[in-house]
């Protein structure tokens, strides 16, 4: 038994982590590349590099997606949920190359662009790693090489007093949190005897169930881990290094920002707390539904009052933790029931709570980057971040201020855009699980989010604008938030089409059968 | 065979619509030309229409396509044209097209020319669709949509503050009508399950199937529709204001085809009048009141589309208590006579004001035959027939109505009231209609004939003028003989086919009730209505005439001999003359009692409601909103270790959670 561990651990199915390599590499060739290559070359091929790099990430992915296997003696898993996951992160850092390349090149003191890319890298590598973590020591390693790259990106723009301070409290913040979160999994491993996600759940059905002696201490790992991942996500009340963090750093790294680390937070929970802690699901879900509530209310009602759209955006991700957590909250161990589709032949069991939360980190990224984008259009041009900085803007670029509109209202939740079907879907499920209270919680902080969302169409249309914009040219950045524009309306549209992909890969996600431990 | 049906309206429509979409940019002063050929299309169907029923004495029918599919509710577009609906046709689109004509010239040089040659082929539509339907909620729609073009073009002149204060008060009052006749169709759906007309499963063919309450219910909501639609009494009062419309539409919708719309609703619907014995009461009561009502402030008007209007009323109200004793052929034979000479009234006033200047005060007129000689020749044929001077259209049509009262089967011994009170509205009728002929075609000029100077009107105006009164003096000899024209035989199937059934359902009525009035009645009806004598027919045409000629020679006497002083008359009668003058006081009433303590209460939930308890619950929440997010974000203190202890009170907060008793595991320690 020994000896087979150790085998498989010393030689591994190399081929299940190809896209997971494919990005380790792409760091080391950018890494390469930027020292080495002419400073003239640097923004035209590295940024190629990126792109291609996660591009191929994502084919290597198909390759994966009928998978369901895990190697390095169970610390990487390569199933379904790897891949959704993954597919959103690589199509964030794609997204975000998109957005951010012109930004870190030209503005801010030109920033050094090489090494942008690969702390992107490697902050995507983590995140990867987290997505597809069989084991606590995988989950905090992928944490802590994803939020390490990402506390560097967030001081990015080093000239600049605030990027700096945004990011020492994040770092410091984000040590204490890692350091409880380490804590929890020290407890739970006390428990439980094991770092395996599948012989933690094994033991904790066995505890659920009565099998196993009581042992009111997991309570305590359970917390420790919630505050932990709570404060990767930024659900209140451990959000409160998000503001400024993200005022801080450079606009499309906030884009990223708040949307890789998100992921990769998410999916430490969904390892952690689905797979792993799942049997206690009873146990952990009405906490998570409260902190969702305060989290939707707290960061709608503050970012009413923000004049800087970059900080009310950061107040709004926070809020749209609330709507995530929310599918969290469904998560019904009892799966099977009340699932949205039933795909043909296909034979895992999907949970609808798990399915909407994926589709909601899916659908973020694409408008959630893309709102960060057009301000960063608009930085781009000489202006601020203020409400002020878009007036008129529907006069003066109404493409522009079109495309701003689309990510407004998809924030919203206004169909058919893609951002209502990602809050539909997370308000079915809620009602799905028994959980009325908590969808009309989301449709409250959803009227309350459309006061700030529609201020800036209501500036960008109805204001005259102030001043004359700087004419500038930035192509890859306008591709990418015509991309984004696009995919919010026509991913909308065909939004079954991406909700069967989340529930197929959601089923297919090696969730330790659980039983209702009602 | 009957594929051509949708032509009648569909013609106008495609008209409205071409204009609608290009008037402004192309058809703009030519926008007639495709109104009146569309118009005047309209008006050849519905003539091989009229053909085809009278050749197979069978309706027409033209299924189009079912527009509300909903469980037991099901609306189906279908055009049906039965011997009603062809005389309907044929008056709409023939006075239609005549106006169409006659608004060439009278709309000729008007700033927005094609609104107006499309409103109108839009009412036409609507009014066509109106007579075609084939069940109650279509009826409704169009009964609607005919209103809306009568609001439009009531406003038409919407820069005019009256215009646009009549055009809202006939749509405004109209609402009253039609809440009625909403109610009405509702309670058809939910008594008989459908809403359809003909068939088995049909309203008509199931009258007899529900209690006489019911029905009785049923025809007193429709008849509320009928009420502000063909301006009867308490809801007249938006007709002679609607007035303000130019004048070729007051021909049209206001005199000739949309306020008779309720007439002919009644008419339709006779099925279920006929099952009710109160409701023709009603609606007999209701009509001669208005005829009596409508003459009389006639009398005193001195606008002379005011007069014009009133006897209009006046004349509705006829139809209606013809309708309501029986007298269907009657009144709808009336109604058609009423549409030819009233719409030529009405032209000839456009022609008048027109010659005139845009002056509409009688008095100010006066010896007008002198400068237009066809307009009055014209006018006093249509006078003539208003007046019911043999052998013109209006004796006939009115006789009738007068004999039906007399003989009517429904109310044996009320029928003789009404006759009389009818006699009376007659001379009224008669002396003002001779009132205004007198005070504006003869005598002296009452006008500045240094600077006004009356002309005749352009050949399109006079043309449908000369057209109109030639069909005002033939269009009576098709009900010739009385009670036994060619028109009695060719609509009269529409009215005796209920008849029968409707008497049966009363005859069980009345055994039920042991009624032995009603079911001698019943039987009176079955055997083919009233017959009537020839000389009783000639003792009746002596006498109305006789009626009329007096109304006639008394506003002789009074304006052309003058030994008589209407001045003096006025004076000595003062408080009836204020009375009548002031149109009963109903405006008045309706103002003090009725628009005045609304306006205060839509003050009311305006300022009070409104703005203070809504607006101040909405404006109190979003301010409650604003400062919790302003009192919320100075959380953010920016201070590190503030962060921190944000963590450590989540986590004691997390506890508490736990410690308030929230786990499945039972733990002993936490209880």
Known sequence: ?518 | MADYLILIPLLPLVAAIINLLLGRTVTRGKAHLVSVPAVAGSWFVSLLVLRDIWNTEHAIEQKLFTWIPSGSFNVPVNLYADQLTAVMLMVVTSVGLLVHIYSIGYMHGDGAYYRFFAYLPLFVFSMLMLVLADNYMIVFFFWEAVGLCSFLLIGYYYKRRSAGNAAKKAFIVNRVGDLGFGLGVIMIFWTFGTVNFWGPEGVFARVGDFGQTTITVIALLLFTGAIGKSAQFPLHVWLPDAMEGPTPVSALIHAATMVTAGIYLVARSNALFQASTTAMLVVTCIGLFTAVMGASIAITQNDIKRIVAYSTVSQLGFMAFALGTGAWMAAIFHLMTHAFFKGLLFLGCGSVIHGMHEEQDIQKMGNLRKYMPVTFLTFLIGSLANAGIFPLAGFWSKDEIIVGAWISTVFPNFGKVVTVLAFAAAFMTAFYMFRLVFKVFFGKENFDTEHVHPHESPKTMTGPLVILAVATILIGFVGFPPEDGKFHHFIGTVFESHAGEATHAMASVAVHNDGGALAVMAEEGEHGGHHVSLAMTITFGVISSVVAIGGIFLAYLYYIRRSLSAEATAARFNGLYNFLYNRWGFDTLYQERIVAPLMRLAYFLWQVIDVKVIDGTVNGIAKGTLSASQTLRKVQTGVVSNYALAIALGMVVIIGIYLVGFSSLDVPFLR
Request: proline share 3%; hydrophobic share 55%; charged share 10%.
């Open chain 1, 1 to 518: 038994m020994n000896l087979d561990l150790s085998l498989d651990l010393i030689s591994p199915v190399w081929r299940l982590t190809t896209p997971q390599l494919i990005v380790f590499f792409l760091a080391l060739v950018l890494l390469m590349l930027d020292a080495f290559l002419p400073k003239a070359k640097h923004f035209t091929v590295l940024t190629a590099v990126s792109i291609g790099g996660y591009a191929a990430a994502i084919v290597a992915l198909y390759w994966q997606h009928d998978k369901n296997e895990s190697t390095f003696n169970g610390l990487f898993r390569a199933d379904g949920l790897t891949v959704f996951l993954s597919l959103i992160l690589l199509c964030a850092a794609i997204l975000s190359v998109m957005t951010s390349a012109s930004y870190v090149d030209r503005l801010e003191g030109r920033m050094p662009l090489g090494e942008f890319y690969v702390l992107l890298a490697f902050s995507i590598l983590g995140a990867l790693l987290v997505a597809s973590a069989g084991n606590l020591i995988m989950i905090f390693v992928g944490i802590e090489l994803s939020a390490l790259a990402t506390y560097v990106l967030a001081a990015f723009a080093k000239r600049r007093a605030t990027a700096l301070e945004g990011a020492m409290k994040y770092f410091l913040l984000g040590m204490f949190a890692s350091a409880l979160l380490v804590y929890g999994m020290t407890w739970v491993y006390g428990i439980t005897g094991s770092t395996d996600l599948d012989q933690i759940a094994a033991h904790l059905q066995g505890v659920v169930t009565g099998s196993e002696s009581r042992q009111p201490e997991i309570l305590f790992a359970l917390l420790l881990v919630v505050v932990g991942l709570g404060f990767k996500i930024a659900a209140v009340p451990f959000h409160m290094w998000t503001p400024d963090a993200y005022d801080g750093a450079p606009t499309p790294v906030t884009g990223f920002m708040s949307v890789a680390p998100k992921a990769a937070g998410f999916a430490a929970i969904l390892r952690l707390l689905v797979q792993g802690l799942g049997p206690l699901r009873d146990d952990w879900y009405l906490l998570i539904a409260i902190l969702a509530t305060l989290t939707m209310i707290f960061g709608n009602l503050v970012a009413i009052s923000q004049r800087n759209v970059k900080r009310m955006l950061a107040y709004s991700s926070i809020a749209h933790t609330g709507y995530m957590m929310v599918g969290l909250a469904a998560y019904n161990s009892a799966s099977g029931e009340g699932r949205f589709v039933s795909l043909a032949g296909d034979t895992a069991q999907s949970d609808p709570g798990i399915t909407s939360l994926l589709y909601y980190l899916f659908a973020y990224a694409f408008v959630n980057i893309g709102a960060f984008a057009v301000i960063t259009w608009v930085q781009h041009r000489g202006r601020g971040m203020l409400l002020e900085d878009f007036a008129g803007l529907g006069q003066t670029n109404p493409l522009a201020a079109f495309a701003m509109t689309i990510f407004m209202v998809s924030l919203m939740g206004v169909p058919p855009l893609l951002g209502f079907y990602a809050k539909y879907y997370v308000i079915v499920a809620a009602i799905n699980a028994d959980l009325l209270w908590l969808a009309v919680a989301v449709v409250l902080a959803s009227a309350l989010s459309a006061y700030f969302y529609l201020r800036v169409v209501a500036v960008m249309y109805f204001s005259a604008p102030s001043r004359e914009l700087r004419a500038t040219s930035t192509p890859l950045l306008n591709a990418g938030i015509a991309l984004m524009a696009v995919a919010n309306v026509a991913l909308g549209l065909f939004s079954n089409q991406v909700l069967d992909l989340a529930d197929f890969w959601s089923g297919a996600m090696t969730v330790a059968q659980a039983v209702a431990s009602r």
